[in-house]
C-alpha cells in the first residue's frame, strides 16, 4: 500500500463543472503538498497546506490533519485545466516528500 | 530569471554507457533534489542535497552518483545504464525561506536505455 493514495486515478469532467480529487496519506507529514503536471510533463507547484485551507483563483485545497486527508477542488472547471494533479506529503525534519501516483483530469468543452 | 534548467531533453542510451544529466538553478536555492518518475507510480526520489557539498540518498540511488560542487549545479550521472533506468527524470529546487511551499522543476529529460 502506498504510503499517499489519491483517488481518483482518472476524471473527466464536463467545462464548467466542480472537481474535487482526493489524497490520502498513512504517514506522519509536517505538510501536504499539490502539484499540477502539464500535458508537456513540466511540474509547478500549486500549494503546501499543513492545515486548514488555501485559495488560489479557482483552485480550493483543504487538508484534515486528524483523518489524514486532503482535497484538491477546481471551480468552474475549463479544458486549460486539463492535467495530472500529484499531491505529496512532506515529512517531519526532512525535507524529502513522499508522492502520490496523481490524477489524471481531462475537461471537455 | 532561468529557474531551474535541465538537460538533455531526450537522450537515448545503450546499456552499459555512461551519461550526465545536468541540472542548474540561479535562484540561490539551497536544497536540490533528483527524481525519476515512471508509468503508475509517483514521483521517486534518487538522490538529494541539501547545501553545497552535501548529498544524502533517496529511495532509488542504486545505478546513479551525485555532487554538488557548488550551489548552484546538481548533475546526476549514470555509471552504467541499465533498461531499468528508462525513465522521466526532473531535477528540482526548494528555497530556504520566502517561497518554502513551492518547488521548482526543470522541465525533465526523457532517457531511454536499450
Known amino acids: 500500500k502506498n504510503e499517499v493514495e489519491q483517488s481518483p486515478q482518472n476524471l473527466t469532467a464536463q467545462e464548467g463543472e466542480f472537481i474535487t480529487i482526493n489524497c490520502s496519506y498513512s504517514?506522519?507529514?509536517?505538510?501536504l503538498h499539490w502539484l499540477q503536471q502539464h500535458p508537456g510533463g513540466g511540474i509547478v507547484s500549486l500549494f503546501m497546506?499543513?492545515?486548514g485551507k488555501k485559495k488560489h483563483g479557482r483552485l480550493i485545497a483543504t487538508i484534515n490533519i486528524q483523518e489524514k486527508h486532503s482535497s484538491l477542488h477546481i471551480t468552474a472547471s475549463h479544458p486549460r485545466d486539463s492535467a495530472v494533479y500529484i499531491c505529496?506529503?512532506?515529512?517531519?525534519?526532512?525535507?524529502?516528500?513522499?508522492f502520490g501516483t496523481g490524477t489524471r483530469l481531462q475537461v471537455f468543452p | 530569471n532561468a529557474g531551474v534548467t535541465q538537460t538533455p531533453k531526450f537522450q537515448v542510451l545503450k546499456t552499459g554507457q555512461s551519461m550526465t544529466l545536468q541540472c542548474a538553478q540561479d535562484m540561490n536555492h539551497n536544497s536540490m533534489y533528483w527524481y525519476r518518475q515512471d508509468p503508475g507510480m509517483g514521483l521517486r526520489l534518487i538522490y538529494y542535497s541539501a547545501s553545497e557539498g552535501t548529498t544524502d540518498k533517496g529511495e532509488v540511488p542504486n545505478g546513479y552518483n551525485v555532487s554538488r560542487l557548488n550551489k548552484r549545479e546538481f548533475p546526476l550521472r549514470l555509471l552504467s545504464a541499465a533498461p531499468s533506468q528508462t525513465s522521466v527524470y526532473f531535477c528540482a529546487s526548494r528555497p530556504d525561506q520566502g517561497q518554502r511551499e513551492k518547488l521548482f522543476f526543470g522541465s525533465g529529460t526523457q532517457l531511454s536505455v536499450l
Open positions: 505529496a506529503g512532506g515529512r517531519f525534519n526532512t525535507d524529502k516528500l513522499i
Open positions: 497546506l499543513s492545515s
Open positions: 504517514v506522519g507529514i509536517s505538510a
